[in-house]
T-cell receptor, first 115, second 116 residues
Framework: DGGITQSPKYLFRKEGQNVTLSCEQNLNHDAMYWYRQDPGQGLRLIYYSQIVNDFQKGDIAEGYSVSREKKESFPLTVTSAQKNPTAFYLC??????????????FGPGTRLTVT | GDSVTQMEGPVTLSEEAFLTINCTYTATGYPSLFWYVQYPGEGLQLLLKATKADDKGSNKGFEATYRKETTSFHLEKGSVQVSDSAVYFCALSDPAGGTSYGKLTFGQGTILTVHP
């Protein structure tokens, strides 16, 4: 079955440590996205990538980094510079078409807790 | 910039009641509109979409009509079930402009609880 996988589902880290969240898709989508979800605030875009080896900052990129070395993979690193990293992180993907918009497909999410 | 406003929640209904969740938007171009549903502890699933004015999206008994004149995309269902309890997000994708295509702007979400 085609889809998006995120691992792990739950992640615990100590303050000051970097942590990398995995996102893999086998939908053959060009575009991939990372969102952060906090209670009562909807989803906020962290980073997105429209093609391999290229990515752009979203609305709340500070304290995060990404890479896009393969079409299938878009890992997110939460660095120690992120002031409030505890949140639910969602990865998504979509096909890419200039001048058009396409729905995004979401993974199951990773809940990160930093203490 | 683009924005989406949803009705405040939470919404609590009895089974078989009629559901409306209001959504209005602001966009510079001619956006596509989406409703997503999120069950507890899970990611978002696309519920329905509409890509141009007067389009009606429908799925699993839910419907929403793209109203350009009122910039709205209200979600409706005639008879809700306990299994519909979830968080519902309205979103838009505005293809106007180069790097903005494909990005989604979300409303804050509306929690729906349906009691037997």
């Amino acid at each position: 079955d085609g889809g998006i996988t995120q691992s792990p589902k739950y992640l615990f880290r100590k303050e000051g440590q970097n942590v990398t969240l995995s996102c893999e898709q086998n939908l053959n989508h060009d575009a991939m996205y990372w969102y952060r979800q906090d209670p009562g605030q909807g989803l906020r875009l962290i980073y997105y990538s429209q093609i391999v080896n290229d990515f752009q900052k979203g609305d709340i990129a500070e304290g995060y980094s990404v890479s896009r070395e393969k079409k299938e993979s878009f890992p997110l690193t939460v660095t120690s510079a992120q002031k409030n990293p505890t949140a639910f992180y969602l990865c998504a993907s979509s096909i890419r078409g200039q001048g058009k918009s396409y729905e995004q497909y979401f993974g199951p999410g990773t809940r990160l807790t930093v203490t | 910039g683009d924005s989406v406003t949803q009705m405040e929640g939470p919404v609590t209904l009895s089974e078989e009641a009629f559901l409306t969740i209001n959504c209005t938007y602001t966009a510079t171009g001619y956006p596509s509109l989406f409703w997503y549903v999120q069950y507890p502890g899970e990611g978002l699933q696309l519920l329905l979409k509409a890509t141009k004015a007067d389009d009606k999206g429908s799925n699993k008994g839910f419907e929403a009509t793209y109203r350009k004149e009122t910039t709205s995309f209200h979600l409706e269902k005639g008879s809700v079930q306990v299994s519909d309890s979830a968080v519902y997000f309205c979103a838009l994708s505005d293809p106007a402009g180069g790097t903005s295509y494909g990005k989604l702007t979300f409303g804050q979400g509306t929690i729906l609880t349906v009691h037997p």
